[in-house]
């Protein structure tokens, strides 16, 4: 495990150089720092519709973090509104998986909304140890040492060959991981008694009702309306208000 | 051309006296338009006797206790093929079905010229329904009303089997429009059964029959629908008023019955046929109107079960429910199939028998409908629940309704389903096995305290601008340059490598081929000695360059040879005086000599640089 993750973090320092410039912790007063901080001592207020409208405003800004979808979360759990917070403390685990207090809060958040999650198919359990960034940069690994092996010793065909299927291997996971129940089409429903509906028309056959936090995976986007993977293998429309994905454009 | 004409005429007539001595014997069949059928619902039995020739007389009556048969009419249909024409005619009879049961209708004679031909004997089975309580009198219309007027263009009817029902029961209704079949219809519109404390269900698609009703045909269109009533009374039903324009024949003074048509039945008396036109035909816009029908609607009896929601007909379960091995917390689906007849859009999802220990999610549901009025099908409960303990069965789902026939209520149990629960974390829906997280408190399902949500931070933390995946930003595609680069040169230095090896390879190819050809030269002994030491001298240079390949083959004299080859001071001595020879040829002039090279002296020469190796 330790060297897992050693090897991780070698990969990560390697290839995450340039990455390093847009990504900054402290120093110099950044912008929405002030929003922050004022929204901070709303919520310590309890004043909570106001400490969302600024954690909002910061969210809009661009400038984002962890802790602040975190703190958005914490600020509409407070609010009552669950599904929010559920989604925005999956944002903050989205840019930090890693983030225990986000993942402690979200259980909570789970467990007062009874919403539903996307079941994972066998193989997205099987990559869950590893995000799509990593698999993609093996990948990328795997790809300049079969290009450095074939310039330096031409006939070694077998390396050759285990070296594209490394490569194609860890693409694949990268593909399964970006496009899977937890991947780029991953929304939250937001509202209340949200049904999934067989067409696109509120008076078609209800085919789940979703609790607010409930998880789905938008896989087509036509007007007002989502075609959506459902938990429990189904699928149905979702008015495209009653859901936000988890990933900011 | 008289001749001619008639001569065609007769021929004609033989060949269809041929064809009808030569015709197929006849054949009797009977069908049922359906041998399944529900009380209160009507099926249709066919005769057809094909190549029958001559008039025959049907059964008017049928009789089978517990089934009501009425004789509608009959239809002729005259089919031309090759020259081979043949015949058919259909009676046509309504059953209705006072009871269920499985009824035999018994074979039917029919005498066709000398021959008696028998209906085959046909099964038809009647299942119980709620508008079976209509079984104490005739269900076909009390309503009935065959409006006579409009001088019998049109009748209307409104068939309700039952006078009386509970609240919520559903009670079919058939409304028939029948027209003359003389006349035809240009517009109508859906009828509508109108009337204060039931909803009606759509109606139908209107099925057309032909029929013959006191001797006169008529085409039928037949609505079917069903009512539901919302409270207790009496209520009337109807009248169903219809409104249609209709194409009639207009009356001709001129026409008169024929003198060989006492009965009135020759089709050619029609005025239609007097004038045969459609141009003269008239329209006129008809009213027809039912009668009304009483109900009586009673209340539901007291004492409905808990898990009662309001349906009422008759009905069965069935239920299933998948995975059958979870985790605490996960959701499981049970699908709920009721089937049977009744008020399925007032039925509700059956419930779990014990909801302890259980969480409930919403239930959603989906109608098949059987029929074409949605009073009969399966309607299909998804229940998502998901277990807050470590319990062994999904718990008997219970569904009550209220039975209009045994007029009682009636619950039905599904059958407990086992279950295995694994672990004992606190009560999470989650599908997907998250790792708890540091702060979880792990606490057990229903005692699980209300937890509350960890602190605010308020440090913003690492900034980042994309959610996009590393691979989707520039960033990644930047790094890519430096493994890039150094691919890129390390594929100009192997260029560069291989171009130098293939010169070396070159220039030894070169060295070997000129020292294979000296040594040639040197062997044939014909050279002049002033050629052969230069010769001589000149492949010991080569194989000196040879053997080590950084040396220029030009500037090797005997001391390089004697060191590249390790020499002995012997042989050494040998390559000198070869060198010096060869500089004293080259230096003092030719002819100089010639006489000193003896074939030992060749000879010895040869072997010293064959030696070198």
């Known amino acids: 495990m330790k060297l897992r993750a050693r090897f991780q973090i070698l990969v990560l320092l390697l290839f995450a150089l340039?990455?390093?410039?847009?990504?900054?912790?402290?120093?110099?007063?950044?912008?929405?720092?002030?929003?922050?901080?004022?929204?901070?001592?709303?919520?310590?207020?309890?004043?909570?519709?106001?400490?969302?409208?600024?954690?909002?405003?910061?969210?809009?800004?661009?400038?984002w973090s962890p802790n602040l979808f975190y703190d958005l979360g914490n600020a509409y759990f407070r609010d009552g509104d669950f599904g929010r917070a559920i989604l925005n403390y999956d944002r903050a685990l989205r840019l930090d998986r890693h983030h225990p207090e986000a993942d402690a809060n979200l259980r909570i958040a789970r467990d007062q909304t009874r919403s539903l999650e996307l079941a994972p198919s066998a193989l997205e359990r099987y990559l869950n140890f590893a995000t799509a960034d990593f698999f993609a940069v093996v990948a990328a690994i795997f790809f300049w040492l079969t290009i450095i092996l074939l310039i330096l010793r031409p006939g070694r065909a077998l390396?050759?060959?285990?070296?594209?299927?490394?490569?194609?291997?860890?693409?694949?996971?990268?593909?399964?991981?970006?496009?899977?129940?937890?991947?780029?089409?991953?929304?939250?429903?937001?509202?209340?008694?949200?049904?999934?509906?067989?067409?696109?028309?509120?008076?078609?056959?209800?085919?789940?009702?979703?609790?607010?936090?409930?998880?789905?995976?938008?896989?087509?986007?036509?007007?007002?309306?989502?075609?959506?993977?459902?938990?429990?293998?189904?699928?149905?429309?979702?008015?495209?208000?009653?859901?936000?994905?988890?990933?900011?454009? | 051309m008289l001749m001619a004409r008639r001569v065609l005429i007769l021929a004609l007539i033989a060949i269809v006296q041929m064809q009808s001595a030569f015709a197929d014997s006849p054949k009797i069949t009977a069908v049922l338009t359906s041998s399944d059928v529900v009380v209160g619902e009507t099926v249709q039995l066919q005769i057809q006797v094909d190549n029958a020739g001559t008039s025959l007389k049907p059964p008017r009556e049928i009789d089978v206790p517990g089934l009501q048969i009425h004789y509608t009419g009959e239809s002729t249909q005259?089919?031309?093929?090759?020259?081979?024409?043949?015949?058919?005619?259909?009676?046509?009879?309504?059953?209705?079905?006072?009871?269920?049961?499985?009824?035999?209708?018994?074979?039917?004679?029919?005498?066709?010229?000398?021959?008696?031909?028998?209906?085959?004997?046909?099964?038809?089975?009647?299942?119980?329904?709620?508008?079976?309580?209509?079984?104490?009198?005739?269900?076909?219309?009390?309503?009935?009303?065959?409006?006579?007027?409009?001088?019998?263009?049109?009748?209307?009817?409104?068939?309700?089997?039952?006078?009386?029902?509970?609240?919520?029961?559903?009670?079919p209704v058939v409304v028939r429009i029948g027209f003359n079949s003389r006349t035809r219809v240009a517009e109508m519109a859906p009828p509508q059964v109108n009337g204060q404390g039931f909803t009606v269900q759509k109606l139908g698609e209107g099925e057309r029959n032909l029929e013959n009703i006191d001797g006169r045909s008529y085409v039928v269109f037949n609505y079917k629908t069903a009512l539901s009533a919302a409270r207790v009374g009496n209520f009337q039903i109807g009248p169903v008023e219809q409104k249609a324009n209709v194409l009639v024949p207009r009356r001709s003074s001129g026409t008169r019955r024929k003198p060989f048509d006492p009965f009135n039945e020759d089709p050619f008396s029609d005025p239609f046929f007097a004038l045969p036109f459609g141009g003269l035909m008239e329209q006129h816009e008809i009213n027809v109107k039912s009668d009304p029908v009483s109900l009586e609607v009673k209340a539901l009896p007291a004492g409905a079960p808990p898990t009662f929601s309001g349906a009422v007909g008759s009905f069965s379960?069935?239920?299933?429910?998948?995975?059958?091995?979870?985790?605490?917390?996960?959701?499981?689906?049970?699908?709920?199939?009721?089937?049977?007849?009744?008020?399925?859009?007032?039925?509700?999802?059956?419930?779990?028998?014990?909801?302890?220990?259980?969480?409930?999610?919403?239930?959603?549901?989906?109608?098949?409908?059987?029929d074409d009025v949605g009073i009969s099908g399966t309607k299909t409960f998804e229940l998502v629940v998901s277990p807050n303990d470590k319990l062994t069965s999904v718990p008997?789902?219970?569904?009550?309704?209220?039975?209009?026939?045994?007029?009682?209520?009636?619950?039905?149990?599904?059958?407990?389903?086992?279950?295995?629960?694994?672990?004992?974390?606190?009560?999470?829906?989650?599908?997907?096995?998250?790792?708890?997280?540091?702060?979880?408190?792990?606490?057990?399902?229903?005692?699980?305290?209300?937890?509350?949500?960890?602190?605010?931070?308020?440090?913003?933390?690492?900034?980042?601008?994309?959610?996009?995946?590393?691979?989707?930003?520039?960033?990644?595609?930047?790094?890519?340059?430096?493994?890039?680069?150094?691919?890129?040169?390390?594929?100009?230095?192997?260029?560069?490598?291989?171009?130098?090896?293939?010169?070396a390879a070159l220039r030894a190819a070169q060295l070997q081929h000129e020292r294979d050809e000296l040594l040639r030269k040197l062997r044939r002994d014909q050279l002049a000695p002033r050629e052969y030491f230069s010769d001589a001298s000149r492949l010991v240079q080569l194989k000196t360059a040879l053997k080590q390949m950084n040396i220029e083959p030009a500037t090797v004299d005997a001391e390089t040879a004697a060191r590249v080859f390790d020499l002995n001071a012997e042989q050494s001595e040998r390559m000198r005086r070869l060198f010096a020879t060869r500089d004293e040829f080259r230096y003092s002039g030719a002819g100089n000599g010639e006489s000193a090279l003896s074939s030992d002296g060749r000879r010895e020469t040869l072997e010293l640089i064959e030696s070198l190796s």
């Open chain 2, 78 to 171: 005259m089919t031309m093929r090759n020259l081979s024409i043949s015949s058919s005619i259909t009676y046509n009879y309504t059953i209705l079905p006072e009871k269920s049961g499985t009824y035999k209708i018994p074979p039917q004679s029919i005498r066709v010229g000398k021959n008696n031909l028998q209906t085959p004997e046909l099964t038809l089975r009647v299942a119980d329904s709620p508008s079976a309580t209509a079984r104490a009198g005739s269900t076909r219309a009390p309503s009935s009303n065959t409006q006579a007027g409009e001088d019998k263009i049109a009748f209307a009817e409104l068939l309700v089997p039952k006078k009386t029902g509970y609240v919520g029961e559903m009670i």
């Open chain 1, 18 to 63: 340039p990455s390093a410039e847009g990504a900054s912790s402290g120093g110099p007063r950044r912008t929405g720092d002030d929003l922050f901080a004022k929204a901070n001592t709303e919520f310590a207020a309890g004043n909570f519709k106001a400490a969302i409208a600024d954690y909002e405003a910061v969210v809009g800004s661009g400038d």
């Open chain 2, 396 to 503: 008997p789902l219970a569904f009550s309704y209220f039975d209009p026939v045994k007029e009682k209520y009636v619950t039905l149990q599904s059958e407990a389903v086992p279950l295995i629960v694994e672990g004992n974390a606190p009560a999470n829906p989650a599908i997907a096995g998250a790792t708890p997280g540091p702060s979880a408190a792990p606490t057990s399902g229903r005692q699980q305290k209300a937890q509350d949500i960890l602190h605010q931070i308020n440090e913003r933390g690492k900034i980042v601008s994309s959610f996009a995946p590393f691979y989707a930003r520039k960033e990644f595609w930047l790094a890519q340059l430096l493994p890039l680069t150094f691919a890129l040169g390390l594929m100009g230095w192997k260029v560069q490598d291989v171009r130098a090896s293939n010169r």
């Open chain 2, 317 to 370: 379960m069935t239920a299933e429910a998948n995975p059958k091995r979870v985790q605490v917390g996960d959701p499981i689906t049970i699908k709920a199939a009721i089937s049977g007849r009744g008020n399925f859009d007032r039925m509700n999802a059956p419930e779990l028998s014990d909801e302890r220990g259980w969480h409930k999610y919403p239930p959603s549901s989906n109608f098949k409908q059987d």
């Open chain 1, 159 to 249: 390396w050759t060959v285990a070296g594209i299927f490394l490569i194609a291997i860890c693409g694949f996971a990268a593909y399964r991981s970006e496009n899977g129940s937890q991947g780029q089409g991953l929304a939250i429903v937001i509202a209340e008694n949200t049904e999934a509906r067989i067409a696109t028309v509120d008076s078609a056959r209800s085919v789940l009702a979703l609790p607010a936090g409930s998880e789905v995976l938008i896989l087509q986007e036509r007007g007002d309306w989502n075609y959506a993977a459902l938990p429990n293998d189904q699928r149905g429309w979702i008015a495209a208000s009653a859901v936000e994905k988890v990933r900011l454009l």
